[in-house]
């Protein structure tokens, strides 16, 4: 049974930091992983944030969060990060990890549909 859990999300002022976790178990070792963070805020849709291939470490960020957000992973733990500086209150949502087992949706890692399994969410909210 495939299980992602986040974790590390919270309450912080405009220009502060959180760092997220997600920690994938069930899964059979593939290198071919891609690993995104989606955040959605009240009212809106689920929106992409952030990407990682597991095997290389290539990144892909939207524009909004580029030179603030870095996503990074560890092998041995099966855990992608997800490190968030200069929070601004526009970054407040839920926000979910999700991977791609097989890489096979690499191109359409910016869409939820290319994720076959989610994390349930971890709350982020930003106040002004």
């Known amino acids: 049974q495939v299980q992602l859990v986040e974790s590390g999300g919270g309450l912080v002022q405009a220009g502060g930091s959180l760092r997220l976790s997600c920690v994938a178990s069930?899964?059979?070792?593939?290198?071919?992983?891609?690993m995104g963070w989606f955040r959605q805020a009240p009212g809106k849709g689920r929106e992409f944030v952030s990407a990682?291939?597991?095997?290389?470490?290539?990144?892909t960020y939207t524009d909004s969060v580029t030179g603030r957000f870095t996503i990074s992973r560890v092998y041995a733990k099966n855990t992608v990060y997800l490190q968030m500086n200069s929070l601004k209150p526009e970054d407040t949502a839920v926000y979910y990890c999700?991977?791609?087992?097989?890489?096979?949706?690499?191109?359409?890692?910016?869409?939820?549909?290319?994720?076959?399994?989610w994390g349930q969410g971890t709350q982020v909210t930003v106040s002004s």
């Open positions: 990682i291939t597991w095997s290389a470490g290539t990144t």
């Open positions: 999700a991977i791609d087992p097989t890489g096979a949706y690499y191109a359409r890692r910016r869409q939820p549909d290319a994720y076959r399994y």
């Open positions: 069930g899964l059979s070792f593939n290198s071919a992983y891609v």
